[in-house]
């Protein structure tokens, strides 16, 4: 269609005139969308907060150096606290994963109902944040590390869920149709056949998860969830400065660790 | 040993892949099923232990009908149907002994085939059978080491370990080259020989199939329609099978290499 015969031969273009001008015109629109999305943003600003903004920061800047050093001491705990919440909120969430992979993967799911059920989970897992899993499970729980853990485990769920019966539904079926052939029932099938192809992807996504679940952890104690924000919850209110530093340094090289370790091993799985 | 009578496949899509195949297969015999891609080839021996379900039609294994068993009489059935696979079908991350065994997977329970506690006939066996076809030594490697030619090898250990009545091979060759092919086919034959198998053997390769098998069966849009020696393979039947192509040089292959033998 784009091409157009004429006297002097053919004229390709991209796109026809009218595909053009509708290109044309939604970029209009979403230009003025833009623009008057600026022109509220700034009427609704009180610009002297706006320019005062690298004072306060340099002056709270200032207030957090040097890092309150002897502050580790009483830090030590909630890092252990911290570390624990992920490790075994990853593994609560990875046990109820598997099923609910298997369940949801249209290759291995006995049928509709439970396809639908399983990806219910997931969605509703996924859709809230741990943070609030956290501020609910307070309520029912009681505050300390339990909520946080099971929190972490919730949200987990959804995650690993998704990407392994993504992984699942992606096998080579030949494989699986070779154990078929040789006379295996349903769950032969499914340890010899279909768990090999899928064990790298369930062992690198606990592991990816345990990474993001370290720095999730981190903030549940504002909501009172046990581990290091509690500290950190505690000192902001109190304006500590240089112990709000002395934490932020050492979530940095928790993270670092973890990040440090999940790499280590992912390298080994595959 | 094995008998097909008119079996039909009909696909969603409402084409016929099989419209009504009638063959008898005697004991030991090796019989090449040959076939332009989509012919039904595949479809064929893959109804005969229902990886895809026959529309109608009957299939007999030693008198036994397979078309209308329970799914667990289905399983007991397979057992005694080796399957050997176009593309080894191995699982890739097991190693080749874990290969070799799950060819008794219909023969242990489920929890000595999770903790792999085969019975010791059975790994026994499987180090014969690895000895045999020359990989031994290869027991303890990942499937996904070996070449080509040795990993359709474990898929023939596979297939054996299961001490089948029946041999169901699916283009053996296809991801092969010549001469692997060649081992590969001869090694089939040996076997079938040694152990006094029936084999329906899928194959592109006419030259192959003449070579390898006592009998020939072209397969063309679902339909037999050239049944006999190898040797009757003139161009005039595989015109009839194939189409129309110069067929001449296909043929003086076959000979020169009978001639070698």
């Known amino acids: ?270 | 040993m094995l008998q097909l009578s008119e079996l039909k496949k009909r696909y969603d899509t409402g084409d016929y892949a099989l419209k009504g195949v009638s063959l008898e297969v005697p004991k030991g015999q090796v019989l090449a099923l040959i076939g332009p891609s989509g012919a039904g080839k595949s479809t064929l021996i893959r109804c005969v232990n229902r990886l895809v379900e026959p529309t109608s039609g009957s299939v007999k294994l030693k008198d036994m009908e397979l078309t209308g068993l329970s799914s667990s009489a289905l399983r007991r059935a397979r057992r005694k149907m080796g399957m050997i696979f176009q593309e080894y079908a191995l699982v890739e991350r097991l190693t080749v002994m874990e290969n070799v065994l799950s060819g008794r997977l219909g023969y242990v329970g489920f929890w000595r085939s999770y903790f792999r506690k085969f019975p010791s006939a059975d790994i026994q066996e499987a180090y014969r059978l690895l000895d045999r076809v020359g990989l031994k030594h290869m027991a303890d490697k990942r499937a996904d080491e070996l070449s080509g030619g040795q990993r359709q090898r474990v898929g023939i250990c596979r297939a054996l370990i299961q001490d089948p009545d029946v041999l169901l091979v699916d283009e053996p060759t296809a991801s092969l080259d010549p001469k692997t092919s060649r081992q590969i086919m001869r090694l089939i034959q040996e076997l079938c020989i040694e152990r006094g198998l029936t084999a329906i053997i899928n194959i592109h390769d006419v030259f192959l199939a003449q070579m390898f098998a006592q009998r020939v069966v072209g397969l063309e849009l679902g339909a037999v329609v050239y049944d006999g020696a190898p040797d009757g393979l003139t161009p005039d039947v595989l015109t009839r099978i194939y189409g129309e192509e110069d067929w001449s040089a296909t043929i003086k292959a076959a000979e020169d290499e009978e001639d070698e033998l």
Request: aromatic share 10%.
């Open chain 1, 1 to 270: 269609m784009p091409t157009n015969q004429t006297s002097g031969g053919e004229i390709w273009k991209q796109r026809t005139d009218k595909e053009q001008w509708i290109r044309w015109f939604f970029w209009l629109i979403s230009l003025s969308v833009i623009a008057y999305a600026w022109q509220m943003i700034s009427e609704k600003t009180i610009w002297f907060f706006v320019t005062d903004a690298p004072n306060q920061a340099a002056d709270i800047a200032a207030r957090m150096v040097p890092p309150k050093w002897s502050y580790i001491d009483q830090l030590w705990k909630p890092v252990w606290d911290t570390i624990n919440i992920a490790t075994l909120g990853t593994l609560i969430a990875m046990v109820i994963a598997g099923p609910v992979a298997f369940a949801a993967a249209r290759n291995t799911t006995p049928n509709i109902v439970v396809r639908t059920a399983a990806l219910f989970i997931i969605v509703s897992s996924r859709s809230v944040n741990s943070l609030i899993w956290a501020l609910i499970l307070v309520f029912i729980l009681g505050p300390g590390v339990l909520a946080g853990t099971i929190a972490i485990g919730l949200r987990s769920v959804g995650f690993c869920a998704k990407l392994i019966y993504e992984s699942i539904e992606e096998i080579d079926h030949t494989q699986v149709e070779a154990i078929e052939a040789t006379g295996a029932n349903g769950a032969q099938k499914m340890i010899f056949g279909i768990l090999p192809q899928v064990l790298p992807t369930i062992a690198g996504v606990a592991i990816y998860r345990w990474d993001i679940n370290i720095r999730e952890s981190t903030i549940l104690g504002l909501v009172g969830a046990g581990g290091i924000g509690l500290q950190l919850n505690g000192s902001l209110n109190t304006l500590a400065w240089t112990q709000v530093s002395m934490i932020l340094l050492v979530i940095l090289v928790t993270v670092f660790i973890s990040e440090w370790v999940s790499a280590k091993v992912r390298g080994a799985i595959i």
